[in-house]
Nanobody, 128 residues
């Protein structure tokens, strides 16, 4: 198991940007084998997939992102980052990072049930 801690949330005006970060406990040699993902959950709605990055560093996104979000990872710092641009009111939600030890298997992980490590989330509020 790995502990995940998100940061970088806050209040931003529509059209603005935020960068979310998530740092993992443990050592680098373990971290490099994890697939990582970002999800969000708005009040009253289901948790939805935003972006993922495999241990191979291949990235993939949810269908609705339309280029506004960018995921990246820094194995030396044991972090995964989500850059979010042109934020809209409907992006208001709690944002979560997630991890799944995946090496040496391949595969894209889009479902929340596929991840077994979660952070506690960081609130993002977008005002009009």
């Amino acid at each position: 198991q790995v502990q995940l801690v998100e940061s970088g949330g806050g209040l931003v005006q529509a059209g603005g940007s935020l960068t979310l970060s998530c740092v993992a406990s443990g050592d680098r040699d373990t971290f490099v084998g994890y697939n990582l993902g970002w999800f969000r959950q708005a009040q009253g709605k289901e948790r939805e997939f935003l972006a993922g990055i495999e241990w191979t560093k291949q990235v993939y996104y949810g269908n609705f992102e339309q280029g506004r979000f960018t995921i990246s990872r820094d194995n030396d710092q044991r972090t995964v980052t989500l850059q979010m641009n042109n934020l809209q009111v409907e992006d208001t939600a709690v944002y979560y990072c997630a991890a799944k030890e995946q090496w040496p298997r391949g595969g894209v992980l889009r479902a929340a049930e596929e991840y077994d490590n979660w952070g506690r989330g960081t609130q993002v509020t977008v005002s009009s």
